[in-house]
């Protein structure tokens, strides 16, 4: 199991950047967990690999366990998520030499929803970041666009 703590931040997506260079793989996600519980137990198919994944914590900085798990054992489990799903199309880019970016294009009941998550090596970098011009609003700590959230409730609207 690979366990690791992330720091994160996740904007709205004011315009689409040239992806060109980006790759991109076809994402579906569900939980098994319950909304109201305060760690996430995902099932993620991320092209042909299948992950199992325990997240905990809020905000900027959260704890990530995940393991590969086969397709038999993703395929025996997919149906305890039923009603809290997400799919999705992630594209992976370079902002810069030292950072990347994950844009995901949302499906389904969740189009035209669009986001992007920049993980970082520290809160200093997180809080450094500049900001490219493509980002819309910061929504890092919104609640309703966490996956789980989106998954379960759909999109939130913004305060």
């Known amino acids: 199991m690979t366990e690791k703590q992330e720091v994160e931040r996740k904007f709205l997506v004011q315009q689409l950047p040239d992806l060109e260079q980006a790759t991109k793989v076809r994402i579906r996600q569900g939980y098994i967990t319950q909304t109201?519980?305060?760690?996430?137990?995902?099932?993620?198919?991320?092209?042909?690999n299948y992950f199992l994944t325990l997240k905990s914590g809020d905000g900027l900085v959260r704890s990530e366990n995940e393991i590969s798990i086969?397709?038999?054992?993703?395929?025996?489990?997919?149906?305890?998520?039923?009603?809290?799903?997400?799919?999705?199309?992630?594209?992976?880019?370079?902002?810069?030499?030292?950072?990347?970016?994950?844009?995901?294009?949302?499906?389904?009941s969740l189009a035209p929803l669009q986001l992007v998550e920049v993980e970082f090596s520290s809160v200093a970098q997180a809080e450094g970041f500049q900001v490219p011009d493509w980002f819309g609003d910061d929504v890092t700590l919104i609640k309703g666009y966490k996956n789980k959230a989106l998954a379960t409730q759909g999109i939130p609207s913004l305060l």
């Open 36 to 48: 109201d519980d305060s760690v996430e137990l995902r099932l993620r198919q991320k092209g042909d």
């Open 70 to 108: 086969s397709a038999q054992q993703f395929d025996q489990l997919w149906p305890n998520t039923l009603g809290q799903r997400i799919e999705k199309v992630r594209w992976k880019g370079q902002i810069s030499e030292q950072l990347q970016f994950e844009l995901d294009v949302f499906e389904g």
